[in-house]
């Protein structure tokens, strides 16, 4: 591991490491913030008491823990959290419902990381295992059979990535995420193929994706209202204790 640089300011070394894999799933959360400081890809405010460096990891496990790590190399935060979205597993669970992992289960190793549930303790949320994936679960019907097979209530594919650099680095993590998509909803695209960058999806490749199918327009809107409401969500979850935000 690199040695650690000296912090850039004097309130600069993180208490708290976040990782999400795309700027919109933390954009309103960010604009609640205030001062909030920048050194190059990462960018530091207070949240929940806590002194955070956020880093925007781009989409899967690799890239999660590529970041997570640089996370800890240049900022040794005390604990690692990964945020952002999740697909429902749960028939109960609705777009913009939060949920705060027990455990990651990683689809790929079958690996199981416990989680720190109760490193910020949050209200109105629901508890559960996060199922960590390769690849986007596209329908309804995969859906059901993840649920039944690895008990999960909701699925992502950050996770994983996230509490392995923390298990390797010896420091608690947990995951925190916000439904964008119910157990019985399809997703009518594949975000692989939608990607401008590692970090980012292409609007124009996804309208593209979406008109494969016969209903893929209704759908991508759908899925696109869903995340709106999951990122209001999550904001105000973390800034506020409410487990909703706005409408």
């Known amino acids: 591991m690199l040695p650690i640089p000296e912090p850039i300011s004097r309130n600069a070394r993180a208490t708290i490491g976040l990782v999400a894999a795309f700027s919109w799933e933390v ?128 699925v992502d594919m950050e996770s994983a990535g996230v509490a392995r650099a923390a298990v390797e680095a010896g420091v608690p993590f947990c995951a925190i995420k916000s439904i964008t998509d119910s157990a019985g909803q399809s997703i009518p695209i594949d975000f692989a193929r939608c990607r401008s960058d590692h970090k980012r999806l292409s609007w124009l490749k996804m309208v593209g994706e979406g008109i494969r199918t016969p209903h893929g327009i209704r759908d991508l809107w759908m899925l696109a209202r869903g995340a709106r409401i999951a990122a209001r969500s999550l904001a105000a979850t973390l800034c506020s204790g409410e487990s909703r935000g706005k409408r």
Do not use: Y
């Not at 949920?99 to 720190?116: G, H, K, M, P, S």
């Open 27 to 154: 954009r309103p959360l960010l604009r609640r913030q205030n001062g909030m400081e920048h050194d190059g890809p990462f960018c530091s405010f207070s949240l929940r008491g806590e002194t955070v460096w956020l880093a925007i990891a781009g989409m899967g496990a690799e890239n999660s823990f590529r970041a997570a790590r640089n996370l800890l190399e240049r900022f040794a935060p005390r604990a690692l959290v990964t945020l952002g979205f999740a697909g429902g597993l749960l028939e109960s669970l609705n777009p913009g419902d939060v949920i705060v992992a027990d455990r990651v289960l990683d689809q790929e190793t079958r690996e199981r990381f416990d989680c720190d549930a109760d490193l910020w303790p949050l209200e109105g949320v629901q508890r559960g295992s996060l199922l960590s994936v390769t690849k986007v679960v596209a329908s309804a019907a995969e859906k059901r059979r993840l649920a039944r097979e690895w008990g999960a209530v909701a």
